[in-house]
């Protein structure tokens, strides 16, 4: 297939890579970013977008998103497929919706999970909102991409599991710190903390795969000094969009609405920047009540 892929940073470099690799033709275009091997450069977005039959775009956000598509959307052929795979807020999403949509192209929003090691591996799981024809047009790329697509839905509805699925992770990664944290206080040894709640009820990802005490359960960050893994700073991201979504929605979402305002505080007025999300159990073990 002829794919234009905009957007080469951490996550859209090794995912143009592996579509390559797969025996694609693939155009690639970024600001910054080096080309992927592989890929051949393209001198503007709307030059890669040009002939392709399939667009990715993979980039910081919403506004980024709606600018690169105002220039892409123009230079595509009829009946080409504009598939988003960033994480974006939900109105972005069904913008981008309507705005392919007028001009004759197929579109997806198609968030991702499973972060730069996925994205490498070619085991990102993608979650998508559309048509049937666009997912199916896509399908065979997201095979090579990933390890599994969910067709979630019409417009949006991709970016709406994603930020849905995080806002639960955002939740059960605090609840799992903070539990972590009182029974260290408790005198309960982090190991035995480890062998009753991932096989009970306060059971989660968050602590079966993702054990933010380092030396107990799987490996994780916090055996790395909490080095991302998925930084804080992408959780605070995605925490933001939900709570977006949940105002735009009028949905009552006080956890999510705390779990956001603990990132910021973490990201913005602590040490979180840059370190993995799993390091809110290191904040909670410093801290005192009140
Ligand atoms: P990144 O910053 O590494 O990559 C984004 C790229 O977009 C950069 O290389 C930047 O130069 C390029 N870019 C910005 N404006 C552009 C423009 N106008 N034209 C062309 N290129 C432009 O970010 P990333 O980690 O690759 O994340 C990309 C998206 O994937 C984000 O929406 C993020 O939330 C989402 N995501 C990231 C992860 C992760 O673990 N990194 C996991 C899941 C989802």
Redo the contacts with the bound molecule.
Sequence with gaps: MKIGF????????PMAANLARAGHAVRG?????PLPEGVAGAAS?ADAAAEAEVVIT????GA?LR??AAEVIPAMARGAVLCD????DVASARWLHEAGAAAGLGVLDA??????G??AAGTLTFMAGGTEAAFATVAPLFEVMGRKAVHCGGAGAGQAA?ICNNMILGVTMIATCEAFALADRLGLARQKMFDVVSTSSGQSWSITAYCPAPGVGPQSPADNGYR?G??AD?ML??LRLSQAAAAGADADTPMGALAAELYRRFVEDEDGAGRDFSAMLPRFEGRSRG
């Design positions: 905009i957007g080469l940073g951490n996550m859209g470099g275009f970024d600001l910054r970013a977005a993979m980039l910081p956000d980024i600018a690169v795979c960033s994480t974006v968030p991702v999970s499973g972060g730069v996925g994205a994603k991302p998925f930084a992408l991201k995605d």
